[in-house]
């Protein structure tokens, strides 16, 4: 299956994560034509995504008849976005929920369907160099997932799951996970920016910093404690450094494990509403 054959895709919610995803199905294919956007408050993105490639954003999804219906908005808006797309899912229609936290079983009760796939995708999905983790309702048939898993792809790699409540683990993990990095980049240039290094130039070697080495980890197989040796010179300054970073008891370890649990927490806490 293609993006071409896949017919129209609707994608109700045209926020952050939506229009990341739409970005990267119309960069890998998918016909303008057919994609649909369903959003009655369009964010400046979706506007200007719109605009490029000629489509039009639909304050609702009354008389549209999509293949593929996405649900991309909050997972606190959900239950009323479902009762008033009721209508537009047909007994063919194939629905992809990205919402953290929803469990294949509401959205199954929300919109009277049995054809669903709960995701958990990241931004990255925007430049194609997304995870998506995935799990299909019982009553997806082998197509249809093939059909979830040419969509997805699209915006990247994609890991799919037979146990549910993983997907509260892999929110956690990758579909938080970018924010995690990306605050890593600001602690980096705030730190540059206390030894005393000009503002724009602490940033940009932070920003590059991330940059090379996250392309060195996709072009080197090394694992990245490999990696990370080779910056370490014996008694060197990021022997030094790491000393801190990996100390025993609060190190960055213990960080980013309790900072995955209180995510995790949360999406579970989404799910119960
Ligand atoms: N932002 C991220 O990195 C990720 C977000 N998600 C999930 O994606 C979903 C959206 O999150 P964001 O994009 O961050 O939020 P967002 O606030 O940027 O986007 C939500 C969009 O839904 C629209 N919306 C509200 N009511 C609507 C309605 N009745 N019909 C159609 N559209 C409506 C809003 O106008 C907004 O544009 C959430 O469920 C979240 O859990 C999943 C993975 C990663
Ligand atoms: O922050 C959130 O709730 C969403 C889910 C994963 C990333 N963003």
Redesign the pocket.
């Known amino acids: 299956m293609s993006l071409r054959t896949i017919g129209p895709v609707m994608l ?9 995803l739409a970005q990267g199905w119309l960069d890998a294919g998918l016909q303008p034509a057919n994609l649909i956007l ?6 400046e993105i ?1 506007r200007e995504v719109a605009k490029d490639f000629g489509l039009t954003i639909h304050g ?2 009354v008389g549209l008849q999509p293949n593929v219906l996405v ?5 606190q ?2 239950g ?2 479902m009762s ?1 797309l009721k209508p537009v899912v047909g007994p063919q229609t194939l629905v992809v ?6 469990d294949i079983a509401r959205i199954s009760q929300g919109l009277g369907t049995g054809k669903v796939v709960r ?5 990255p999905a925007q430049i194609g160099k997304g995870i998506t983790g995935a799990v299909p309702a019982a009553g997806v048939t082998a197509n249809e997932r093939d059909a979830a898993e040419t969509l997805l792809k699209a915006a990247g790699a994609v890991v799919w799951f037979d146990r549910e409540d993983q997907l509260d683990a892999v ?1 956690a993990i990758s ?2 996970g ?2 995690y990095v990306f605050h890593l980049v600001e602690a980096l240039a705030e730190a540059g920016r206390r030894q005393g290094l000009p503002d724009a130039i602490a940033e940009q070697l932070a920003r590059q910093t991330v940059i090379g080495s996250a392309a060195l980890l996709d072009a080197d197989r090394a694992p990245p404690a490999v990696l990370r040796q080779n910056v370490t010179s014996p008694n060197g300054t990021t022997a030094a450094g790491l000393a801190v970073l990996m100390a025993e008891a609060d190190g960055l370890t213990q960080l980013v494990d309790r900072t995955v649990a209180a995510a995790r927490r949360r999406s579970e806490e ?1 799910g119960r509403g």
Not at 12 to 20: E, F, P, Q
Not at 119 to 123: R, S
């Open positions: 109700v919610g045209a926020g952050k994560m939506g229009m990341a369903v959003d009655p408050n369009p964010g979706a609702d999804a649900l991309a908005v909050k997972p808006v959900m009323a976005v008033g929920s990205i919402a953290a936290g929803i995701t958990m995708p990241n931004t929110t579909g938080s970018p924010a989404l």
